[in-house]
């Protein structure tokens, strides 16, 4: 299984929105409805986002949001805060409990 | 409290092994599936390896398989790595990490192995 592809970096300014794509193929991204998103600071664990393509864990605000189209799945955080600056990594299902997560995306917030 | 702790991790050489563990607490851990995922150093993440809730399914990555084994014991609340023939590009973070509804919704803080040649 080859790495999901994410953009190495993104910024924004606080009060922005920024999307943060992942690109997969027809054996994962554009088959399951399983993707998953993963928030890390450094030295952190990481934190799970979203899941199923849309739906965010209790906690997570609703500035969070995700979407997918064919073999590409997307993350947007609308409102940009200081906080959210971090990486991000997309993580898709692709069969027979094999996982395969993308490259991450470092988040600046300027 | 609900969390996932590991051990075991350190220094190995190169063709050695490792054995890292997981201990969950606050949660039934016979009624989740567990995976390990890894960091190598300024990398990205990588899923490991998978354990069905009973431990009667396991599954591996294409770059540990026939080298890494994973296990549970459901009366120990517990999560094993075993790592054989460890090359250089195994060092890493480990992370053991919680499956619901097919993504990793709880994890460790890590426990790092560090293969030297």
């Known amino acids: 299984q080859s790495a999901l592809t994410q953009p190495a970096s993104v910024s924004g300014s606080p009060g922005q929105s920024i999307t943060i794509s992942c690109t997969g193929t027809?054996?994962?991204?554009?088959?399951?409805?399983?993707v998953s998103w993963y928030q890390q600071h450094p030295g952190k664990a990481p934190k799970l986002m979203i899941y199923e393509v849309i739906n965010r864990p209790s906690g997570v605000s609703n500035r969070f949001s995700g979407s997918k189209s064919g073999n590409t799945a997307s993350l947007t955080i609308s409102g940009l805060q200081a906080e959210d600056e971090a990486h991000y990594y997309c993580c898709s299902y692709a069969g027979t409990y094999n996982w395969v997560f993308g490259g991450g995306t470092k988040l600046t917030v300027l | 409290e609900v969390q996932l702790v590991e051990s075991g991790g350190g220094l190995v050489q190169s063709g050695g092994s490792l054995r890292v563990s997981c201990a969950a607490s606050?949660?039934?851990?016979?009624?989740?599936?567990i995976n390990w995922v890894r960091q190598a150093p300024g990398k990205g993440l990588e899923w490991v390896s998978y354990i069905s809730a009973t431990g009667s399914s396991v599954y591996y990555a294409d770059s540990v398989k026939g080298r890494f084994t994973i296990s549970r014991d459901n009366a120990k609340n517990s999560l094993y790595l075993q790592m054989n023939s460890l090359r250089d590009e195994d060092t890493a973070v480990y992370y053991c990490a919680r499956t619901v509804k097919y993504a990793f919704d709880m994890w460790g803080q890590g426990a790092m192995v560090t293969v030297s040649s």
């Open positions: 606050g949660f039934t851990f016979s009624s989740h599936s």
């Open positions: 027809s054996g994962d991204i554009g088959t399951y409805n399983l």
